[in-house]
């Protein structure tokens, strides 16, 4: 947590903690176009690029709402690190089940 | 909770030191929540990636059925009450009651417009009997049916069979839902796991994921929107002055987890393959 | 205050014991509404303390019926379904309402605020809805239970859970799922009160290691219960609706619902195990009157058993169909996982060495948990090699590799904890003889119980089996009359705890003369614990130096007035000089 040396525990919020209404705005923006993009992106024949290109479009999206909205870049460590520690075990997650999954010998189905 | 308008004393709880360490110690346990929440989905995730790896024809197939122009209106108004849930935490930090209030009742009118979507989409879905079990393989049965019959007639009359090309021309007249006279013309004639065919007990596994996985998602909207209906009854009652801001951040912080949630969902559902139009 | 290191060991004088007030949070208020509604954490602790206790007896007999029923070759007293239920009932209630609540939700509850030097929990409505959240999951097993029982293991596997059982799957399944969010709700209120409310001086290099592996406790539980829950979620759709995405029929894979499984209840062991080390911590150090060895290894090695318990789990399933070359992996990760479990006995017993050691009853059970945690550890390794698994998944050798560790490790350091903070808790001692004897009733009650079945496991007796061939009947005797003793050995805590409430003695706030900050406010606390702010200012074992972590003297420990002139100790161990390994952390 920031230590503003004028900004006492138990004074309400200061100004610089609060969110300014273009800021909120220009991220909805954002995320909005990109909602647009990925459904008009379905209709292009993108084949085995679509998935990563949904997934990567969903990423930022997500990456912008957590980072402004959710004032991640407020920088509590204890946020940030829950926040890539999840991300690590769902990777953990995906990787080893997939790694029995896609190594199974299975005929021809 | 703290229960009076007057001054932070009331504010802040006994057990806590300050306001900040109180308002900290909030916003860090919603984090904490949401990673519970991120875990409960990933289940989820996980088992659709390992299917959708066995079975990409078939999730395609049922993926092209969903009615994706409905799953549009609702990704774009959850992004929208994110929009306005996050201003409306603004609203509490600068101590406006009545933009709070609005903004909040703004967030819950676009939440529960998801929701009526969704119901909308959910009936559609039943009347098509595009519902996995008993109902899918019944509706499935009758395109089939006809096609069986027609091609039978036509060999009673001495005609050729159907060939693939009429299979895939095929005019239905028996008012069978689109997805079962789509799945029936990719079918007929070919072996159950030939080159070409979708398995229909394979397109009803997607539907489980389409059912299960929507339905978790809405009971959280539900409970998202209960929790913002919470809000404006406190902000009425004038329990969210300033100080107390941070009851907003937090709901709001599961608010546009819910949102991500959907951000994600949205694509894995409902355009998988290349959309071609329900 | 002034800390002087010499030759002699003396310090600041013990701090003047404090006044024992006449209102604690037990008689502060009073009558059923004070209790039911409460949001004070050590009240809450006690709630969870009752209840644990009554499913511990619940799974008990349980287990009291499946070692009956083995007795004979052919079943002595269950049919074959009845012995199914017998034992998934075991597995059940002793998992989920016994093992991953007990020190979490009593301990963890009643002790993280008091050792951090906080007023309660970051929050305490949060708490007392954890309970609640507990006692209707366990209403909806017991009604599983009593309509009837599951029987399919604790395990569920589909399809038989969610297909072919005509058992109360559901009601049973449901309660499970529903306690998982009371597990959920007491790590996250755990861990943001470490994170938020520690007193000033309490920095992370300065907490307790009890509060280092509750840390590490909550960590597991707030990322592996939602998964389970999932699962569990899932499974009750496949039941309910006929239809599910376990389902051979519609393209599904059973195994996958393993793998969903396994990703919790591995990580679900460590719930279970981490705060057991936790309480070994504690009490090693005091009834060895010394530093713990390697603070921080035994720290990190609690994150790291967090950590690397998730990469495991699917050594569960090494024979159920999963590839070749994944079972490699995870034979490999589950070797790795070994290593920090093996870091802190070492510590544990570095720390024992020329301490000064005295053996009450919480030092009994520890160094039992010692043994036979190590044990239990070291067959943990039979299993994960992949080769010998093969020959011994599904056999006795399992059941006694778990049940060392949680019988002869949790259960044990659970047992370690009631009797280190009971005064501390109820404000009265127990009886010293009797715990001793009760440890010691306990200790050959489960060598008797399981050595026998690690010989069954190995000779090919499968677990879960009501049947056995007739050369495997004396183990399985042995067996029987073990857990007869052990469960005598379980009932003498219960007598003479519940006498020592109504007859005890008084305890003084600090008996055993700790270091933690638990034991500077009286004995039982004061509802909102600390009448001051207390201030850290070394870290929390300097038995060798004699002070406290707010840098008070010690008082007397125990076993210091005992009248052998070989044990001549001054009041913070034996005079002389010594060199001992001291640290002053942070």
Not at chain 2, 64 to 78: D, F, K, Q
Request: glycine share 10%; aromatic share 14%; hydrophobic share 50%.
């Amino acid at each position: 947590m920031a230590h503003d040396p004028h900004h006492n525990p138990g004074d309400p919020p200061t100004l610089h903690d609060v969110d300014t209404v273009s800021s909120v705005v220009t991220v909805y923006a954002v995320v909005l176009a990109l909602a647009v993009a990925n459904i008009l992106l379905a209709s292009a024949d993108l084949k085995a690029m679509a998935l990563p290109v949904q997934l990567g479009i969903a990423s930022v999206q997500a990456c912008l709402v957590a980072w402004y909205w959710m004032h991640m870049r407020r920088g509590d460590t204890a946020v940030t690190l829950s926040a890539f520690t999840t991300l690590f075990f769902m990777f953990i997650f995906f990787v080893l089940v997939l790694a029995d999954v896609l190594t199974r010998w299975r005929a021809a189905i | 909770m703290s229960a009076s308008t007057h001054g932070h004393g009331t504010v802040l709880k006994h057990h806590f030191d300050n306001l900040e360490q109180q308002h900290s110690a909030e916003r860090l346990g919603m984090w904490f929540f949401l990673v519970t929440e991120v875990l409960f989905f990933s289940g989820m995730f996980v088992a659709y990636t390992v299917y959708r790896n066995w079975y990409p024809g078939e999730f395609a197939f049922a993926s092209s059925h969903l009615i994706w122009w409905i799953a549009a209106i609702n990704t774009g108004l959850l992004i929208t009450s994110s929009l306005t849930m996050t201003l409306a935490i603004r609203s509490a930090q600068l101590g406006d009651k009545a933009g709070l209030i609005r903004r909040l009742l703004l967030t819950f009118a676009l939440g529960g417009g998801f929701m009526g979507f969704k119901a909308l989409e959910y009936t559609t879905d039943y009347h098509e009997r595009f519902v996995p079990g008993e109902v899918f393989r019944t509706e499935y049965a009758r395109p089939l049916a006809e096609l069986t019959a027609d091609d039978a007639r036509r060999k009673y009359e001495g005609r050729p069979v159907l060939t693939a090309q009429e299979v895939k021309d095929y005019q239905f007249k028996g008012g069978q839902e689109h997805w079962s006279q789509d799945l029936a013309t990719r079918n007929y004639g070919k072996t159950p796991g030939a080159e070409g065919t979708v398995s229909p007990e394979r397109v009803q596994l997607f539907l489980m994921f389409y059912y299960i996985m929507t339905g978790i998602h809405g009971v959280h909207i539900i409970v998202g929107l209960g929790c913002i209906l919470w809000l404006v009854c406190e902000a009425w009652r004038g329990a969210i002055p300033r100080e107390a801001y941070s009851k907003v951040e937090v709901i709001s912080l599961y608010w546009h987890l819910v949102d991500m949630i959907w951000l994600f969902l949205m694509p894995l559902l409902y355009l998988i393959g290349t959309r071609g139009g329900h | 205050m002034s800390i002087v290191i010499g030759d002699t060991p003396r310090t600041a004088p013990p701090p003047p014991e404090p006044e024992t007030p006449r209102r604690s949070y037990l008689n502060e208020t009073s009558g059923f509404w004070s209790w039911a509604l409460t949001v004070d954490h050590k009240r809450i602790g006690i709630l969870y303390l009752v209840s644990i206790t009554f499913f511990f007896l619940v799974g008990g007999i349980a287990a009291g019926l499946v070692r009956a029923n083995l007795l004979t070759p052919n079943g002595a007293i269950l049919t074959e379904d009845q012995y199914n239920k017998a034992f998934t009932a075991h597995g059940v209630v002793m998992l989920f309402l016994f093992l991953i609540p007990s020190i979490p939700a009593v301990f963890g509850n009643f002790l993280v605020p008091l050792m951090i030097g906080a007023k309660d929990l970051a929050f305490p409505k949060l708490n007392l809805a954890s309970w609640y959240v507990y006692m209707i999951g366990a209403a909806f097993m017991v009604w599983g239970l009593l309509s009837g029982g599951i029987d399919t293991g604790w395990t569920l596997y589909p399809p038989y859970s969610s297909r072919f059982s005509h058992s109360s799957v559901a009601p049973g399944v449901f309660g499970v799922f529903i306690t998982g969010f009371s597990s959920i709700m007491t790590g996250l209120n755990i861990m943001v009160t470490v994170h938020k409310m520690r007193a000033p001086g309490m920095t992370w290099g300065r907490l307790p290691l009890f509060i280092w592996a509750m840390y590490a406790t909550s960590f597991i539980q707030l990322l592996g219960t939602p998964v389970v829950a999932i699962t569990l979620l899932l499974l009750l759709v496949e039941r309910l609706a006929g239809v599910g995405i376990f389902d051979p029929s519609i393209g599904g894979d059973p195994v996958l619902y393993q793998h969903l499984f396994w990703f919790y209840s591995h990580p679900a062991v460590y719930i279970m195990i981490v705060p057991g080390m936790g309480v070994v911590s504690e009490v090693l150090t005091c009834f060895s009157r010394k530093n713990i060895f390697g603070y921080k290894a035994v720290a990190w090695s609690s994150v790291g058993i967090a950590v690397v318990g998730f990469l495991v789990w699917a050594h569960h399933m090494f024979v159920a169909g999963i590839s070749y070359y994944s079972a490699l992996l995870f034979s490999f990760l589950t070797m790795l996982v070994a290593v920090p479990s093996a870091i802190k006995v070492f510590n544990w017993v570095a720390t024992l060495y020329r301490g000064s050691i005295t053996f009450q009853a919480p030092m009994m059970f520890t160094l039992a948990f010692l043994v036979l945690f190590t044990v239990g550890g070291v067959t943990g390794m039979f299993l994960a090699t992949m080769g010998t698994d093969i020959h011994l998944h599904d056999t006795y050798f399992v059941v006694a590799h778990f049940h060392f560790v949680m019988v002869g490790g949790m259960v044990l350091a659970y047992l370690a904890g009631i009797h280190f903070w009971w005064p501390k808790m109820t404000g009265r001692m127990y009886s010293d003889f009797w715990s001793k004897t009760s440890a010691t009733v306990i200790f050959v009650g489960f060598f008797f119980t399981f050595v026998p079945q690690f010989v069954l496991g190995y000779h090919g007796m499968p677990r879960r089996y009501p049947n056995y061939p007739e050369e495997f009947q004396v183990y399985n005797v042995l067996s029987t009359a073990g857990a007869s003793i052990l469960g005598v050995g379980y009932l003498m805590p219960a007598v003479y705890l519940t006498l020592s409430l109504f007859f005890g003695p008084k305890a003084s706030a600090n008996p055993w003369s700790a270091t933690g900050l638990e034991w500077q406010v009286p004995s039982p606390p004061t509802v909102f614990n600390f009448e001051y702010l207390p201030i850290t200012v070394c870290g929390p074992y300097e038995y060798a130096i004699g002070v406290d972590q707010m840098g008070r003297g010690l008082p007397e420990p125990p076993g210091a007035g005992d009248d052998n002139p070989a044990a001549k100790v001054g009041p913070t161990g034996p005079i002389g000089a010594r060199p001992k390994e001291t640290e002053v952390v942070g």
